[in-house]
């Protein structure tokens, strides 16, 4: 018989209120509620949005776009706020997450019914498990696999599409990781060679997750009636697309030209769910609908610096772009792996101009904006991130940028290819 918690008591007792932080980085999220439902590293700190839009005086009546949305920050932040927000995420999974958090204002009641209901009968399913994908064999104990493996059948059977079922599938996506004894690397990636000492048994993980989530959503009830924001699965580089009205601020962090693989990151709990079966079919699922940010984006794109260099939407920085990704051709033909830097390059600066042109596009007349971004130095070639992407929204009409230095970049990893120093920090872009 499983152990009889009680989904109403949190394990875990947070400061809840609105903090002071202006960190940029996503770990204050980690003890804030909703934005702790799910880990996502690639993201920013929700008391840093807050003081932003309390900075710029957003009041209720504006709209707030965040079109690299992620697991949905801006949209929480302005929900807490209750201010319109509009959110727009190309990774399908990590859009799920995100969509699952804005039903925050389910009937709790409601939730936990369908979230007991889950966990009695995967304890009563008997059936054995079917044949899993190595890397998720390889990142569990037995025990531990055959109790995800009837969370996840209970609930694929009770699913009826509804807020609460979906919450219900974050919950089970969020324990994943607490209760694999893979090893994480930097920005998710798991290892399923590297064993870790923390590990949660899946009955107490699942328990715990649901408690959490319902005390957040007790607590976010108490402070909002509904949520104000509209998602979208889709593309930043169509952002009109979406949007019927315009906007009058802009949060965002695109994703960085620094070769993550964003498509990869969530690999794992792809695999788990049966989305995916295997590293290769990630690109035609995820990879080829994100703005190109990787070697093996471009690579697997056949993409030509020619074609590139050729785009019109790269005129404002070309003579400099083209300089640089001379020289990646060059230094590509003296490494072994051959990584398509050479081509990464400049398609992520077309993709990312396509961006700020729909951005004019849908941002009222004296509209602000604020990028969070890193630089880049593929090869050990530096790439000045910041001041191009600065000149191409001057480029599309936005009238000024400047740049806010907040860390150093690439200075805690053993494994650095090169010793060129890296900055993240704030674009502020305004117009």
Same mark, same amino acid.
């Given at each position: 018989m499983p152990t009889q918690l009680n989904l109403f008591e949190a394990p875990t007792r947070i400061s809840l209120e609105r903090g002071q932080s202006s960190d940029g980085t996503f770990v204050p999220n980690l003890s804030l509620p909703i934005h702790r439902w799910f880990r996502y590293s690639a993201g920013f700190s929700a008391q840093w949005v807050d003081q932003v839009l309390d900075r710029w005086g957003v009041s209720d009546r504006q709209v707030v776009l965040d079109p690299f949305a992620g697991s949905g920050t801006v949209s929480i932040v302005c929900d807490q706020r209750r201010a319109h927000s509009i959110s727009i995420e190309a990774h399908p999974v990590v859009s799920? =997450? +995100?969509r699952s958090k804005l039903t925050w204002q389910t009937? $709790? &009641? @409601?939730? +936990?019914r369908l979230a007991r209901s889950v966990w009695e009968s995967s304890d009563q399913d008997s059936r054995s498990i079917p044949e899993y994908p190595s890397l998720i064999v390889r990142s569990f104990t037995p025990s531990a696999l055959e109790k995800l493996h009837h969370l996840r059948a209970s609930w694929i059977a009770r699913n009826d599409f509804s807020p609460s079922s979906e919450l219900v599938w974050l919950a089970i996506t969020a324990i994943l990781r607490p209760c694999s004894i893979a090893g994480t690397a930097q920005w998710q990636y798991i290892l399923p060679n590297k064993s870790k000492r923390n590990v949660l048994d899946p009955e107490v993980a699942y328990h715990q997750q =649901? %408690? $959490?989530? %319902? @005390?957040?959503?007790r607590w976010m009830q108490t402070r909002s009636t509904c949520s104000l924001a509209e998602s979208y699965? !889709? &593309?930043a580089r169509s952002v009109t697309k979406y949007l019927s009205d315009p906007v009058d601020a802009v949060i965002t962090s695109p994703p960085y030209a620094n070769n993550y693989d964003y498509a990869d990151s969530l690999r794992f709990e792809m695999t788990f769910w049966g989305d995916v079966a295997s590293w290769a079919e990630i690109h035609d699922r995820v990879r080829r609908f994100l703005i190109v940010s990787s070697s093996q984006h471009s690579s697997k794109e056949r993409l030509r610096e020619q074609d590139l260099l050729a785009s019109p939407e790269v005129d404002p920085i070309r003579p400099e772009l083209s300089s640089i990704v001379g020289q990646l051709a060059e230094i590509r033909e003296t490494k072994g792996g051959k990584k398509h830097y050479h081509t990464m390059i400049p398609a992520y600066f077309r993709d990312i101009a396509r961006v700020m042109h729909e951005l004019r596009d849908v941002c009222? &007349? !004296?509209?602000?904006?604020?990028?969070v971004i890193g630089d880049s130095a593929p090869y050990g070639v530096y790439c000045p991130v910041d001041r191009w992407i600065g000149d191409l929204a001057l480029a599309v009409g936005f #009238?000024?940028?400047?740049? @806010? #230095? +907040?860390r &150093?970049?690439?200075? /805690?990893? /053993?494994?650095? #290819?090169? #010793? $060129?120093?890296l900055k993240e920090g704030l674009l502020w872009i305004e117009g």
């Open positions: 799920r =997450i +995100l009937p $709790v &009641d @409601e939730f +936990l =649901i %408690a $959490v989530m %319902a @005390e957040d959503m699965l !889709g &593309d009222r &007349d !004296g509209s602000r904006m604020c990028w #009238k000024t940028w400047r740049f @806010e #230095k +907040l &150093d970049r690439n200075i /805690k990893w /053993k494994n650095r #290819k090169h #010793k $060129v120093p």
